[in-house]
């Protein structure tokens, strides 16, 4: 039975970003996305004029496999969370342990850390799958971490609500919690609201032998292999130079048909779409895939309330400038975001190229 400290918690499991990874089990950078194999010699074009319709043969393709190498600490004790060393994210861009992190969460998952790999991957962790509700965090609502970059267990609250000691004890008993049924999993993360905005994890098991009592999450503490493909689909050709353009996903709903990922495309899903203009070709963008908001010329972004169409004349970038129209120079992309997934990697993106 699950145990329910308050009712309060957020639907919005670890996934904030997404992350891939080349890195081996050392420390260092983490992260960086290899492209498929290309697999067509001349990459077609659809011209849609200024009514884009989206279809699976103008869709990018993208695969993950994510990691949590766990360490061990001592059962039913005041263990330390520690996070000076997290100087990436799990994207590998630059992130600040004393400002840019601001919440640290432990999440108890009912699964293995095999099992609970497998969800992360197929974007199919829920709320079920959490033992302890809500996840306990520090700080407290309200209260900043005073650029520290450590906090002990006991200082962990349930939404501001106290945990005493003896409950904690309870919680973090190997016995009761064994690795070969459950899964520890601490998280820092970006906001105040726990199971949002993370930006690292480090899996954890606990044993009654143990003499460390330190979790240290470190740039590697979350592992990921990724793999795009860009240069295989078929791509959108628009008119020219104007921002009177739309994009309907209606079709990709009525056809049942995957996304990106791999799953199914469902109604109102979607919650924003994004417009990049690059200077680099989709092959470099392949590899950058997981920074293309910060190496962006230009980047637009648009909610979606509801329905299958985005409207471009709503698309604003953070200055508050309107989108002005594709340009024949460079990479234009537009993406299609599912914010309340786990897996947050868009699950449609196509490249958008002039053809009148």
């Known amino acids: 039975m699950r145990t329910q400290i308050t009712v309060l918690f957020t639907a919005a499991l670890p996934f904030a970003l997404i992350a891939c990874s080349s890195g081996g089990d050392g420390g260092g950078a983490t992260s960086g996305?290899?492209?498929a194999q290309v697999t067509m010699a001349t990459q077609p074009m659809a011209c849609m004029g200024t009514n884009?319709?989206?279809?699976?043969?103008?869709?990018?393709?993208?695969?993950?496999?994510m990691r949590l190498p766990p360490v061990?600490?001592?059962?039913?004790?005041?263990?330390?969370?520690?996070?000076?060393?997290?100087?990436n994210n799990f994207l590998g861009n630059p992130v600040s342990s004393t400002g840019g992190l601001t919440l640290v969460s432990l999440l108890?998952?009912?699964h293995p850390l095999a099992e609970v790999e497998k969800k992360l991957n197929e974007d199919t962790l829920a709320l079920q799958d959490v033992e302890?509700?809500?996840?306990p965090s520090w700080p407290a609502p309200g209260m900043t971490t005073g650029g520290k970059t450590t906090a002990q267990l006991y200082e962990f609250t349930a939404n501001g609500s106290e945990i005493t000691p003896d409950m904690f004890n309870m919680g973090f008993d190997a016995a009761k919690y064994p690795s070969s049924t459950y899964t520890y999993v601490a998280t820092v993360a970006k906001g105040m609201t726990p199971g949002e905005g993370n930006q690292m994890l480090q899996a954890f098991n606990l044993d009654a032998g143990s003499s460390a009592t330190t979790v240290t999450l470190k740039n590697d503490s979350t592992r990921m292999t990724?793999?795009?493909s860009l240069r295989n689909l078929t791509i959108t050709g628009v008119t020219a130079g104007t921002p009177a353009l739309t994009m309907s996903?209606?079709?990709?709903?009525?056809?049942?048909?995957?996304?990106?990922?791999?799953?199914?495309?469902?109604?109102?899903?979607?919650?924003?779409a994004v417009v990049g203009h690059f200077t680099e070709t989709p092959e470099e963008l392949e590899k950058k895939f997981l920074s293309l908001d910060l190496i962006a010329q230009k980047y637009y972004r648009a909610d979606i309330q509801t329905g299958a169409m985005l409207d471009f004349t709503t698309l604003k970038d953070?200055?508050?400038?309107?989108?002005t129209g594709v340009t024949d120079d460079g990479t234009w992309m537009v993406g299609l975001i599912c914010g309340n997934c786990r897996n947050p990697a868009p699950w449609y993106m196509t490249i958008l190229k002039p053809c009148m």
Do not use: E, H, R
Not at 132 to 135: E, G, L
């Open 72 to 87: 061990t600490v001592k059962s039913m004790s005041n263990l330390t969370f520690d996070w000076t060393g997290v100087t």
């Open 108 to 110: 108890l998952f009912v």
């Open 249 to 272: 996903w209606q079709g990709m709903v009525d056809q049942m048909a995957n996304n990106a990922l791999g799953f199914l495309f469902k109604d109102n899903y979607i919650t924003s």
């Open 318 to 323: 953070d200055a508050g400038n309107s989108f």
């Open 132 to 135: 302890v509700i809500p996840p």
């Open 33 to 35: 996305c290899t492209s």
């Open 52 to 65: 884009i319709v989206a279809s699976p043969t103008n869709n990018y393709a993208f695969t993950s496999t």
């Open 226 to 228: 990724c793999n795009v």
